[in-house]
């Protein structure tokens, strides 16, 4: 199953928080989405972490992204966005509970910037029997893709 969630990977010249912002927005901005707000915070590394939120406008649907952005090298820094692990994992949440699962449950790790593997656990709406899957969640052009199976 895939749902787009719009990481994305940038570089730019200039290495101030204000312009690694403002790029940020102008990427989303330039995509479609609305409504979009960045909220970063300097690291000791010369980084910065924090996130972005934008409104997906032809659904209204709030989206709120994990952001980095390297150590600036000479006037050039690049950041990267991407979903939030919690955010990944309650994709699969909802994703078995739309098929009629129980209580579900799902933990995720990663295991590079881009894949993540873990389980979901759940309670069968018909049998009531509680079932585990192991599950994989890959990112790449701005999806999200994930697969479980027992």
């Known amino acids: 199953m895939a749902l787009a969630l719009s990481g994305c990977e940038f570089s730019f010249g200039g290495p101030s ?3 690694i912002e403002q790029s940020i927005i102008d990427n989303y901005e330039g995509e479609g989405y609305e409504d979009i707000s960045v909220s970063l915070e300097e690291q000791e590394d010369g980084g910065y972490v924090g996130e972005v939120q934008f409104t997906v406008a032809e659904s209204g649907v709030q989206r709120t992204l994990a952001c980095t ?7 050039e820094a690049s950041w990267q966005c991407a979903p939030r692990i919690n955010d990944l994992a309650q994709l699969i949440v909802d994703g078995y509970e739309e098929r009629g699962a129980v209580d579900a449950y799902a933990e995720l790790s990663a295991q590079s910037d881009t894949e993540y593997v873990g389980f979901v656990e759940y309670t069968n709406g018909n049998s009531g029997e509680r079932l585990r899957h192991n599950c994989t969640v890959t990112l790449a052009d701005g999806d999200a893709n994930w697969q479980c199976a027992p």
């Open 17 to 19: 928080q204000e312009r």
């Open 69 to 75: 952005v390297e150590p600036a090298e000479g006037t």
